[in-house]
């Protein structure tokens, strides 16, 4: 039988889980030509100390859990330089494209996350859930190749274990989903836009991701968005 985490498609939830599960080990080395600059996207810059400051209060509430994370701090620090890169490319697409993105729901951020409403982390966490929903639901459906539904499912087989069901009978499930095929398309466009606004990533926290799709409260990621070359400082534009 089809795992059953695969048929409960949810919309993508940016709890802290399922961040830190993107980001596997954390790679704190590096440096660059100007090392207190964390990201720059655009005319918009963050520094590490921005960085450190956003990160505090949440990374703070993270002390000593959860379990298997070896760098709770180091953790949220990367999260924040995520999250905030892909709001500001969201922000800048959606702008561009005339997309009417709804207000971010605070109150639900905090609740998942397990803080107040006013922490910085719940706020850019809640913001890149809206961007996301917004702009995945006013995306060109793009076909998956046969090298996005082998991903995928490396994925689940890798979550499912033993218990996997066949390739032919994930893929056939994935095809059904709208979400899928729009999250597709929707990468292809932001893809593009970095190149546009320009993008450049302080080594530290590299690789950087984000997730355009996930199911299973964010443990299994469907479709993901490579922001920038992963592992090295991403280029900027001329």
């Given at each position: 039988m089809v795992d059953e985490r695969l048929l409960t498609m949810q919309r993508v939830r940016l709890g802290f889980v399922a961040v830190v599960a993107l980001i596997g080990t954390?790679?704190?080395?590096?440096?660059?030509?100007?090392?207190?600059?964390?990201?720059?996207?655009?005319?918009?810059t963050m520094d590490n100390a921005q960085v450190e400051a956003a990160a505090e209060r949440f990374a703070t509430s993270l002390a000593g859990s959860p379990a298997g994370?070896?760098?709770?701090?180091?953790?949220?620090?990367?999260?924040?330089?995520?999250?905030?890169v892909f709001n500001e490319l969201a922000r800048r697409y959606a702008q561009e494209k005339g997309i009417t993105v709804p207000a971010a729901d605070y109150a639900a951020s905090a609740e998942a996350l397990g803080v107040p409403a006013d922490d910085p982390?719940?706020?850019?966490?809640?913001?890149a859930s809206a961007y996301v929903t917004a702009l995945r639901a006013q995306a060109t459906s793009q076909k998956p190749?046969?090298?996005?539904?082998?991903?995928?499912?490396?994925?689940?087989?890798?979550?499912?274990?033993?218990?996997?069901?066949?390739?032919?009978?994930?893929?056939?499930?994935?095809l059904e989903l709208p979400e899928y095929s729009q999250s597709l398309g929707l990468r292809t466009e932001l893809l593009a836009a970095l190149d546009r606004y320009g993008l450049t990533v302080n080594p530290r926290y590299t690789p950087l991701d984000f997730p355009l799709f996930s199911v299973s409260q964010g443990q299994l990621?469907?479709?993901?968005l490579p922001m920038g070359d992963q592992g090295t400082p991403v280029r900027t534009a001329s």
């Open positions: 954390l790679a704190l080395s590096g440096c660059q030509r100007d090392p207190d600059t964390a990201l720059r996207i655009g005319d918009v994370i070896e760098d709770p701090v180091g953790a949220v620090r990367h999260s924040v330089v995520q999250l905030t982390y719940v706020r850019l966490s809640a913001e190749t046969e090298a996005d539904m082998q991903q995928a499912y490396g994925r689940y087989a890798e979550l499912a274990g033993e218990n996997a069901a066949p390739y032919d009978q994930i893929r056939d499930a994935l990621v469907l479709v993901n």
